[in-house]
Each structure stands twice: as structure tokens, then as C-alpha cells.
Nanobody, 126 residues
């Protein structure tokens, strides 16, 4: 069974930075696509950044150039480095995993993700 646990959310000023992490356990196959989603008040959950087993990445247009997704060399931790944060980045951020999925499709196929963490809150305000 795959389990995911996010951490690192906090309250920061506009222009600040945060680094989120997602610790994974229960992997039996290395062919995973890992994706960060977020959900803002009054809006549906949306894909933010994804990385697949080949290291291919994809980002939502709203975060390109500001966010960076990566995995450590043990492939048990997922990271999201967030720089130049804006108030509209405020959301609950979720880590999710799917099998045999290419990163460039991941942000648009939320229903393919069957493993989710509990979320970590990011608040950007002055």
C-alpha cells in the first residue's frame, strides 16, 4: 500500500519562499508519476507540478519559473520548491501518485491519481 505525507506548508509574505515535501512509503514499482495539486478556496483542485519516472516534468503556466519539482535519489521523497510566492498561490497543497503516467499529461488527469496525502496549507499574505 502506498502512503503519502506532505509537510512544509506555512504562512509567508508575498515574494517569499517555501519548500514542501512529500514522504512516500509502500512502493513496489519505480514507475510512478508524482504530482503536486492544490486547491484554493472556492476553486476546484488543480495540477501544479508533476514529475514522472523518467524525470520528465511539467508545470502549470501560473507557476512556471517560480516553482520547481524534484525527487531525492532514493525516490521516497518528493519536493516542491516555491519561490516568489503570490497571494494567489495560497491553497491546500496535496501530493499524489499514479502509475505509468507521463508528466505532461498528469496535471490534466486528476482522476488517474489514486494515492493522496492529507495536504499541507500554504498561505501567502501581507
Amino acid at each position: 500500500q502506498v502512503q503519502l505525507a506532505e509537510s512544509g506548508g506555512d504562512s509567508v509574505l508575498p515574494g517569499g519562499s517555501l519548500r514542501l515535501s512529500c514522504q512516500a512509503s509502500g512502493y513496489t514499482d519505480s514507475n510512478w508519476c508524482m504530482t503536486w495539486f492544490r486547491q484554493r478556496s472556492g476553486k476546484p483542485r488543480e495540477g501544479v507540478a508533476s514529475i514522472d519516472n523518467n524525470g520528465r516534468t511539467d508545470y502549470a503556466d501560473s507557476v512556471k519559473g517560480r516553482f520547481h519539482i524534484s525527487q531525492d535519489n532514493t525516490k521516497n521523497t518528493l519536493w516542491l520548491q516555491m519561490d516568489n510566492l503570490k497571494p494567489e498561490d495560497s491553497a491546500m497543497y496535496y501530493c499524489a501518485a499514479a502509475l505509468k503516467l507521463w508528466a505532461d499529461y498528469a496535471l490534466d488527469v486528476i482522476d488517474d491519481f489514486h494515492y493522496w496525502g492529507q495536504g499541507t496549507q500554504v498561505t501567502v499574505s501581507s
